[in-house]
């Protein structure tokens, strides 16, 4: 898990500032996005760092921080998703992270998981935004009726998650052929 924290990291990082520099959120936004991306590294890190006190428990811990990661991935692109369109890619981290021990179906089930979760909540702030904006609709059913209409958003979403599904893929692929390799050479 150390890879999350050495890239994914950084790279959440690195969106979060430029989605905060570029776009100006809310400051209430602002803290509570840096606030939760440092409890998380903080968990993390502490996390990796025990990891051989708990040894017995280690793929769970494992497994457990994948979860974590795709949670607060999806905390983080709810609250910064309106201000900086890339903030989807956050749910690459628990996907790709899941690829370096997992097995393949459940790194494809994680990276659905991911993908799914993005979707619902690009259809939730649709509608929450269709509601604010027109207090006419009917209610929220209707709110979803219309941003599912939208096919240009529609379809945007789903090659998303497709691209997230098949990078988690090819990433738990190469973790595999990495150990194959390995092996081979001993």
Known sequence: MHILNYYFTPFAVILIL????????????????????????????????NTYKFMRWTRHIRAVTVWLNLAVSAALF???????SPMWLLFLTAPAGSAMYMKKWQVFGVALTSSLVMIALYFYRGAASLLAADPEI???????????????????AATQAVFIIFFSMFAAAMAEMILKVRDSMR
């Not at 570029?22 to 760092?49: D, H, Q």
């Open 18 to 49: 430029f989605a905060i520099f570029f776009s100006e959120p809310e400051r209430s936004v602002t803290y509570l996005s840096f606030g939760i991306l440092g409890a998380t590294f903080a968990l993390n890190y502490w996390l990796n760092k």
């Open 78 to 84: 709810y609250l910064l998703s309106a201000y900086w």
């Open 138 to 156: 009917a209610g929220f059913g209707a709110a979803l009726t219309q941003v599912a209409g939208n096919t240009q958003q529609l379809a945007m």
